[in-house]
C-alpha cells in the first residue's frame, strides 16, 4: 500500500487510461456486430433481434453511458495494477492481463453463468470479448506510460 500512498495516481497516464477505455468500448461493439459474434451471441442466449433492439431500446444513451463508465474504471484499475508492479514491457502487460482475466472475469463470470439459464457458448463469447479488451489495455499501458 505504500506504492499507492507515494504516488500511483501521478504516475498514471490519464491520456491512455482513456484510450484503452474507448478502445475497449469500441471493440464491443465490433465484437457484438454482425461482423463477428452477433448472430452466434443471440443464438446463444436464446435472442431475436426484436428482443435484442427491445433491450437496447430500454438501456438507451444511459446504458451505453454506464458502460464506457465500466470500461474507464477497469482500464484505471489496470493501470493501477500495471504501474503498482513495475510492468515495463509487452510481454509482462499481456501476463498482467491475462491473469486478471483468468482470475477475475473468468472466473467470476463463469460462476454467475453456472447458476442462470445462459449457456456455456454466451458465456464463451462474452469471455473472450473481455479477454482481448484486456490484453488490448495491457499492452496499450504498458507501451504508453
Known sequence: ???????TFSNLNYWAVLVVALMSFFLGGLWYSPALFEGSWMNANGYTVEQVKDIQSRLGLAGFAATFAAYLVMSLALAMLLEITGTDNVRSGVTIAALVWLGFVAALSLTVNLFSTRSLAAWMID???HLIALIV???VLTLWR
Open 127 to 129: 469471455a473472450g470479448y
Open 137 to 139: 489495455g495491457g499492452i
Open 1 to 7: 500500500m505504500e506504492t499507492l500512498a507515494s504516488g
